[in-house]
Every structure is written in structure tokens, then in C-alpha cells.
T-cell receptor
Framework: DSGVTQTPKHLITATGQRVTLRCSPR?????VYWYQQSLDQGLQFLIQ???????AKGNILERFSAQQFPDLHSELNLSSLELGDSALYFC?????????????FGEGSRLTVL | AQSVTQLDSHVSVSEGTPVLLRCNYS??????LFWYVQHPNKGLQLLLK??????LVKGINGFEAEFKKSETSFHLTKPSAHMSDAAEYFC????????????FGKGTKLSVKP
């Protein structure tokens, strides 16, 4: 158990809809990262927050947004969903804002868009 | 541009035989390199990391990797495979120094036959 909690584990929705994925980092970790994992694209970095502030941005679509709250949990909002958004979305956390390389991953939220 | 290439998408070995998962990287300066493992329906877990100290790095569960700058390689090995090693393995390079992003390889799926 990594200590990172993601909800929901599975989510099925329709095209055009909006969903919110939630992540609780390990106790004491200030950084939260979001990744998208799909068969064709592999593991893609979306965005990182550190202590409530956006720290780094990757291949995140404009239809997607995220935030980190004062209690350090984070939410990833996906809107105007398309079939291609079906993927496994991982949240990871680390103690500091930089990358020493050790990220602790949750078990993911599997999104299916029909 | 920095990148990482995992040379095999799928490797199959018999239990008790050696494991070799190959990874080549491209980096304009001394990289930090990592191997992560993902068991079915689980998040990723750090196996080991190289950060410019010893070139032979030992990780968890008997895995090790050797950094070879002349060959730009960071292959993962284990002397004797166990059934529980069946998983997907990701080679990762960190770019941009301590504040840099992580670039994940496409992954190598390891199957272990009894």
C-alpha cells in the first residue's frame, strides 16, 4: 500500500460528460502529480501541484483541469469527454517539489467513456 | 531532447532463469534514471534509481541495473525470475535537473512461465 488514495476506482460515463477524479496524497507529501495511462500513448504526465500551487504542466488538454486544496488533496476535472479520454488516470505524490524520482502512486482511476 | 527507449515490449522467461529488460536513454547531460514496476491492477512502485553515484544499482526484490554511459543504457537484470516478478516494468529518465519532469518508457511486460 503506497498510502496514496484515489477515488473512484472505476468510472463509466458518456461522451460530452464531465467527471472529477480525486486523490489523497501520502501523509506529509506536498506534491501531487497526475498521469494518464493508455495503451497507445503509454504513461503521460499531465500536471503537478506543490503545496497548492501548479508546479509543472505536461500534456494536459484544455478540457482538463486540476487543483490542489489546502488539505493537499487534489482533484482532476475532465470535461467534454471524448472516447479517446478512456484511460487509467494515476495520481502520485512525493515529499518535495522537485523530482528525486521516488513517486508514490495510487492504484488509479479507470475511466471508460462510451 | 531527452528520451527513453525500452527495446522490448514483451519478455517471457521461465521461473528460475535470468531476467534482462533493456533500456536506452538519450540525455544531453548526466541523467537520473529509474525503474518502476507495475503489477496488474496496481499503481507503479519504484524498483531502483541511479543518480550519479555507483553505476551498479541494487533495488528491491533482487533486481539490479547498471548504468553504462558509453552505451547510454540502463538495463534491468535479475539472476533468477520468480512467478511474482510477472508485471510491467518502466524505465524512466528525469530531465531538467532536480526540478525536472520524469519521462516514462513505453514499458516492458514480463511474463514468467512455471
Amino acid at each position: 500500500d503506497s498510502g496514496v488514495t484515489q477515488t473512484p476506482k472505476h468510472l463509466i460515463t458518456a461522451t460530452g460528460q464531465r467527471v472529477t477524479l480525486r486523490c489523497s496524497p501520502r501523509s506529509g507529501d506536498l506534491s501531487v502529480y497526475w498521469y494518464q495511462q493508455s495503451l497507445d500513448q503509454g504513461l503521460q504526465f499531465l500536471i503537478q501541484y506543490y503545496n497548492g500551487e501548479e508546479r509543472a504542466k505536461g500534456n494536459i488538454l484544455e478540457r482538463f483541469s486540476a487543483q490542489q486544496f489546502p488539505d493537499l488533496h487534489s482533484e482532476l476535472n475532465l470535461s467534454s469527454l471524448e472516447l479517446g479520454d478512456s484511460a487509467l488516470y494515476f495520481c502520485a505524490s512525493s515529499v518535495e517539489g522537485g523530482y528525486t524520482g521516488e513517486l508514490f502512486f495510487g492504484e488509479g482511476s479507470r475511466l471508460t467513456v462510451l | 531532447a531527452q528520451s527513453v527507449t525500452q527495446l522490448d515490449s514483451h519478455v517471457s522467461v521461465s521461473e528460475g532463469t535470468p531476467v534482462l529488460l533493456r533500456c536506452n536513454y538519450s540525455s544531453s547531460y548526466s541523467p537520473s534514471l529509474f525503474w518502476y514496476v507495475q503489477h496488474p491492477n496496481k499503481g507503479l512502485q519504484l524498483l531502483l534509481k541511479y543518480t550519479s553515484a555507483a553505476t551498479l544499482v541494487k533495488g528491491i526484490n533482487g533486481f539490479e541495473a547498471e548504468f553504462k554511459k558509453s552505451e547510454t543504457s540502463f538495463h534491468l537484470t535479475k539472476p533468477s525470475a520468480h512467478m511474482s516478478d510477472a508485471a510491467e516494468y518502466f524505465c524512466v529518465v528525469r530531465i531538467g535537473g532536480s526540478q525536472g519532469n520524469l519521462i516514462f518508457g513505453k514499458g516492458t511486460k514480463l511474463s514468467v512461465k512455471p
